[in-house]
């Protein structure tokens, strides 16, 4: 992050969030590991940023309820013993830390390759937004903080009605299917509305998103996407979807082999060479 004017630092001995916030109430240990990574970075004096909408769901409603609930923070206390923790620490996602702590202007300002002539459709997810009561992080009904930072980058942002839907999460391990229907709603709102590109700020998001459009695009059978103009026999097309940093990191001069684009099921490098966003690549 040195071309914003700060850097990132990663926290020593980091565990899984759990992925999922516990709704039981009648025990505290699904928190343990949460909680012990909000007592390490509280003890570095640090924020605790993170990039995944999962992990800011968890640790952020982990330490509201922290805050709150004492009978909760007396026994996670004794089973962390890493020293008393009441909340008091900073739970941020990096879009915003991009929009309070380095500001969008400086962002725009910071731009060596401005996204001209891209339409991107973001898209937010549930994780990111609710409950609002313990995340505050942006208007849960119709946020905006993706848009302001795509059009910083240079962007032209698509709106469309779907992108505060679930992409259906985690029912994926359980049932194939059971995403099936909210991930052709999503991508097919957002390629109507003319995005050339979803972009996305959680990683189970973007993986749900991405990986089923074979079976979306083939109608029901699982099949193949081989890059970003493919369509099925009902005239879907595949739609790529990109992590935000990905665009971010794009616009600000990184080179290409360091994007990550080759990993992608549907590759938005077509788009992007069509676009003049990136070199030919060998």
Known sequence: ASPLGFEMVELESW???GAVFPLATDSAMPLVSPFRT????????????????ACYNVLKRTNALVAKDEETRTKLISFVEEGEY????????????????????AVKAAVKKPLSGIRVAPYYG???LRPQEDLHFDDP????????????????????????????????IADERSVAG??????????????????TSCPL???????KQPAVISSGGEGSIAGSVSVGPNGAKAVPVVYFTQLL????GAPSDALGFDAHVVDPRPLLLAKNLMPEVA
């Open 249 to 252: 990191a794009l616009a600000l």
């Open 86 to 105: 009441r909340g008091e620490g900073r739970v941020v996602h990096f879009l915003e830390v991009l929009k309070m702590d380095v500001g969008f202007d």
């Open 182 to 199: 909210p991930v052709s709603k999503i991508v097919r709102s957002a390629e109507k509305r003319g995005a050339d590109v979803i972009v």
């Open 205 to 211: 998001c973007q993986y749900n998103l991405e990986t």
């Open 126 to 128: 549930c994780l990111l």
């Open 38 to 53: 909000l007592v390490r970075a509280h003890n570095r004096g640090e924020d605790l940023v993170t990039l995944c909408s």
């Open 15 to 17: 565990q899984c969030c």
């Open 141 to 172: 009904e119709n946020p905006s903080i993706l848009e302001d930072l795509m059009s910083a980058l240079g962007a032209e942002v698509v709106d469309y009605p779907y992108k505060t839907e679930c992409c259906g999460a985690y029912l994926r």
